[in-house]
């Protein structure tokens, strides 16, 4: 009886041993990346975008691709973990700070993740990061352009795209060069003609900074700020707000809007006849598919700021084949939204790859190392590098906006043409804004 | 003077249609004394059965008003004959928590069917046009044509609550329960009625405002809130009283564009400084106050 207890004792921790040991072995063989986006709710068309992205991403990153000419396409998986594949666990904010910093939470004390990417809504991200910073988790964000979340100082936070600070004085950048015939197709513009301006911008964290941003860059570049609005991104109707922005009388009409609050705004501009000669979207809802297609011909002179247009395929053949693979997945081409979730999770590829291990310190001090050439991404800035000190800590350095505007063209499909900078132009700018 | 005009105008058109939503509450209010919280939530149904009753038979939003009054109706007979009938029988602490319930179950269901997005109207015969009064007043046609019907419901409840024998009954079963169960009125089947026909007025006031607002399962909780409002304002169980009440109402909504009338027109800097419109919902509830602490009937009350 003794010895049976003995021996089965013996078995016990045998099996024991090697169940705790098995797992492990087949788990390193795996990294976990949380990814927080809005997969419902009123940005549940940009969430769609986002994930389509960072899932091509994971893809190429797990599966070699002899034609793609990016250092992530050459193996399948981590090289540097032993061909360690990539899995994505996706969840849904509904563009809910509360409910993403929960998510977040979730992820990393059940899921065990070994990173975050996300979360698109910039007042997300703030929660989620402080999250991710409280348990020592890296966080890698691609699409949150507000200012203040790289200005916190957070040691587990990078974000790869250029920010609403950059953005927003790209517009006045522009604004000054209609004034100084710098714009492509357009003759010199009186600045008394585009001297009044008026803002109508979403309520969280990412509008109501793009509002602050513009006050500052009015009174920097002299215009004549009349209006500046800030409203509920899920308002059911916004026909007040654009009754006011009419009174106002502005020559240039800037928004910063999520998806149905963008779509309504120019249904309700439409609606009211309300005439700016310029109007300006803050990217997001500006540059969705569903922005497009719910609005058709009436969107066409109207400018947003972006980080990729399908147009700058044809100044970088790399975007063209990613593209191409998007698009057979989606039906729709890369946008600002699917071209930096993509680049997201392919910093998070370089930084795993660099770092060697899911260690956080390793990721940690690879992240903060990291120098992607600009070669390697569809988005056409100089690379990434992240700043390590001085006033933004985590910040892409090597970023850069492209100011795009709606146009038709010979076949009578819209698109988006580069308009800003005025030296990589695709089209003429159309101003004054068209009558509705 | 056009931002003036302008803002007359949205406020009267948008008002016309707050108190089809407000008729609703005054009448269930009226004839049984039971306070409708998940009254927003019919609303949000009528907007949904609007939206894909135009989405599904391929035809313009504007008329499915009858499917929309269809099953705000029979939704409203069974919640009644179901639900609510069983509540007038407790305290008057279950009969709001009971409707509070309601809400919430409604609006669960509603996030369970439709999920979270937001749905709005793109395509139909008014959507998108829009019409030129002159002196700068462009109104869009789906708001004009909201109005117009919302007032030809709302006149349509008024005769049949106060020309017909039916009105009648429901009346006296309003007053005097008891009284009218002694002079041969089947009270239990006007209550079922009063639902029937409050409910079928919020969701045809919920099809015509689809046209112009977008829907989510949430939307519910703002129109209950300005449909108090109303009802307090135009007195418990007045349905005139909802009429002007609503009225009065989409004019305070428009308050920030009265306030864009004097800030442009005398050019006074600091006035273009204040987020007017972030708080445009704020006068309506600081009138809903101001009336409940002034004059609690308020203005055509009868009911204490």
């Known amino acids: ?436 | 003077m056009d931002i003036l005009l302008s803002s007359l105008v949205a406020g009267i058109m948008f008002g016309m249609a707050l108190s089809l939503v407000a008729l609703g509450l005054t009448i269930i209010f009226g004839v049984m004394d039971i306070v409708n919280f998940a009254h927003g939530e019919f609303l949000m149904i009528g907007m949904y059965t609007g939206l894909l009753t135009a989405q599904a038979a391929g035809v313009d939003p504007l008329l499915t008003l009858p499917a929309a009054a269809l099953v705000g109706f029979v939704l409203g007979v069974l919640c009644y004959a179901g639900f609510v009938k069983y509540l007038l029988r407790g305290p008057m602490i279950a009969q709001l928590l009971g409707t509070f319930g309601l809400m919430l179950f409604l609006r669960n269901m509603a996030l369970l069917i439709f999920g979270a997005n937001d749905r709005a109207v793109h395509q139909g015969l008014l959507v998108g046009k829009s019409i030129d009064l002159g002196m700068g007043v462009i109104i869009p046609a789906t708001k004009l044509a909201a109005a117009g019907l919302a007032a030809v419901s709302f006149g349509a409840v008024w005769l049949l609550m106060n020309r017909t024998k039916f009105g009648k009954a429901l009346t006296a079963t309003a007053l005097n329960p008891q009284g009218a169960r002694y002079m041969g009125i089947p009270t239990e089947r006007m209550n079922a009625l009063a639902w029937g026909i409050g409910c079928a007025s919020v969701t045809i006031a919920g099809a015509l405002i689809v046209n112009f607002w977008s829907v989510n399962p949430y939307i519910g909780l703002l129109f209950t809130m300005l449909a108090f409002a109303i009802v307090a304002l135009g007195g418990f169980g007045s349905v005139p009283g909802a009429f002007f009440a609503g009225i009065v109402v989409g004019l305070i909504t428009e308050i920030p564009g009265f306030w864009d009338f004097l800030t442009y027109t005398f050019d006074i800097d600091w006035m273009a400084d204040v987020p007017m419109t972030s708080f445009k919902y704020m006068w309506v509830y600081l009138a809903y106050f101001l009336i409940m602490v002034v004059r609690p009937r308020g203005l055509f009350g009868w009911k204490h």
């Open chain 1, 1 to 436: 009886m003794k010895r049976t207890l003995k021996w089965t004792t013996a078995a016990i921790v045998v099996v024991l041993a090697f169940g705790l040991l098995v797992p492990t072995v087949v788990w390193a063989k795996e990294i976990k990346i949380g990814v927080i986006y809005p997969l419902t709710g009123g940005a549940a068309a940009a969430g769609r975008e986002l994930r389509a992205g960072a899932e091509l991403a994971a893809d190429i990153a797990n599966n070699a691709m002899a034609d793609l000419e990016m250092a992530m396409a050459k193996n399948a998986g981590i090289k540097s973990m032993g061909g360690a594949k990539i899995t994505l666990i996706f969840k849904d904010h509904e563009g809910n700070p509360t409910l993403g910093a929960d998510l977040a939470k979730k992820l990393i004390l059940d899921d065990k993740v070994d990173g975050l990417l996300g979360c698109y809504h910039s007042s997300v991200t703030k929660t989620v990061s402080a999250v991710a910073e409280q348990y020592g988790v890296p966080m890698i964000n691609g699409s949150s352009t507000s200012p203040g979340l790289t200005e916190r100082g957070f040691k587990w936070f990078w974000r790869t795209t250029p920010h609403d600070r950059w953005f927003t004085k790209d517009l006045f950048e522009l604004l000054k060069g209609l004034s100084e015939g710098k714009a492509r197709g357009v003759a010199k513009v009186s600045k008394q003609d585009i001297m009044k301006l008026a803002s109508a911008c979403e309520k969280t964290e990412w509008g109501s900074f793009t509002s602050t941003l513009v006050e500052e860059f009015s009174k920097e570049y002299g215009f004549d700020l009349r209006k500046s609005l800030l409203y509920a991104k899920e308002a059911p109707d916004l026909s007040s707000e654009v009754r006011s922005l009419k009174a106002s009388r502005a020559d240039v009409m800037l928004f910063a809007s999520y998806t149905s609050d963008a779509i309504l705004m120019i249904k309700t501009l439409d609606a009211q006849k309300v005439q700016p000669k310029v109007l300006w979207g803050q990217d997001a809802g500006f540059e969705t598919p569903e922005f497009q297609q719910t609005l058709g011909d009436s969107i066409v002179g109207i400018l947003t700021r972006t980080v990729f247009l399908p147009k700058v395929v044809e100044v970088k053949p790399l975007a063209g084949k990613v593209n191409k693979m998007y698009k057979e997945r989606t039906g729709n081409d890369l946008s600002g939204a699917s071209a930096r979730s993509f680049t997201g999770l392919q910093t998070w590829v370089h930084v795993l790859e660099k770092a060697g291990s899911t260690d956080p310190k390793a990721v940690q001090a690879a992240a903060n190392a990291i120098e992607i050439s600009g070669s390697e991404l569809v988005v056409p800035w100089a690379g990434i590098k992240f700043s390590t000190s001085g006033k933004e800590i985590g910040q892409n350095e090597l970023g850069s906006g492209l100011i795009g505007q709606y146009q038709k063209d010979a076949s009578g499909n819209i698109g988006l043409e580069i308009v800003y900078p005025f030296d990589v132009t695709t089209a003429d700018m159309i101003y004054p804004f068209p009558k509705w």
